[in-house]
């Protein structure tokens, strides 16, 4: 079960680093 919640934390850590970069694209010029 240890090894379930460490994947789903990767997971999220994945999940916030695209959406920090969505984040940036959208507030920089050239967002689509």
Do not use: F, K, T, Y
Request: charged residues 25%.
């Amino acid at each position: 079960m240890r090894e379930h919640v460490s994947r789903v934390e990767q997971s999220l850590d994945v999940i916030r680093d695209r959406l920090c970069a969505i984040n940036q694209g959208a507030i920089g010029p050239g967002s689509n």
